[in-house]
């Protein structure tokens, strides 16, 4: 991993990649300026795909959720470099691609220091062919199949002692064949004992719940949720 630092900005680099990567890099604009944003996500707010020369590369915003997010959209108070959000997700990314767990390579991390409080960035290696859980399951059901390595994947992050705080059905990717989680703001690799495993997947359960509520065209039944930590249960033994 590459620092590049001043008094204002921090970046860290993957030391995997080839581009000049500056503080610019972690905004809208100089995308567009380059005509080289490929798309967008909508959340809760805007994520940004772009293209630099063959890499095609997720640029993410960090941005406060519930009550607190209307009174201060984007900042976060600074207790130094390694607690920022962002350097904090990068360093874990790293670390899962290490023990070889289906995420998406960390690009790129950015702070950007305003007297005590700072904003971040983040840029990750785009994945092609892959969608989030929610629009597979608006366009048909998964087979018996699908959900079983669903299951087995979210074991094998389990097993490495990964605790995904925010796992959702949007939030786990799948082309068909595979499954990659995203979006690991927060989260941490804790030790076994506790009760975090369960508390993952209780937000999983709901998440399917509450998007069946929104969408009646979601092909998802509780069947497909047993099924799923038949297959977790049986992987995690």
Request: net charge positive; charged share 20%; proline share 3%.
């Amino acid at each position: 991993m590459i620092y590049k630092k001043d008094q204002q900005h921090t970046v860290l680099i993957d030391t995997h990649v080839q581009a000049p990567i500056s503080a610019d890099w972690f905004t809208a604009d100089y995308w567009h300026q380059q005509q080289a944003v490929t798309g967008t996500a909508l959340g809760r707010e805007t994520t940004y795909f772009v293209k630099h020369e063959a890499q095609h590369w997720v640029l993410r915003h960090y941005y406060r959720g519930g009550f607190i997010e209307k009174l201060i959209k984007d900042h976060y108070f600074y207790f130094g470099t390694q607690y920022c959000r962002s350097i904090a997700e990068f360093q874990l990314l790293h670390k899962m691609v290490q023990l070889n767990l289906p995420v998406p390579k960390p690009v790129a991390a950015h702070v950007e220091k305003k007297g005590i409080v700072y904003k971040a960035g983040l840029i990750i290696e785009q994945l092609h062919g892959y969608q989030d859980l929610s629009v597979w399951l608006k366009q048909g059901s998964l087979s018996k199949e699908a959900w079983r390595t669903i299951g087995k994947t979210i074991a094998l992050f389990h097993l490495h002692r990964i605790d995904h705080v925010d796992l959702n059905l949007k939030n786990i990717l799948w082309n068909g064949k595979k499954a990659y989680l995203i979006d690991f703001d927060r989260c941490k690799q804790r030790p076994w004992h506790g009760s975090w495993q369960k508390k993952n997947l209780t937000r999983l359960k709901r998440s399917f719940y509450k998007e069946q509520q929104k969408s009646a065209q979601l092909h998802w039944q509780p069947v497909h949720f047993s099924i799923l930590m038949a297959a977790y249960q049986t992987h995690l033994n």
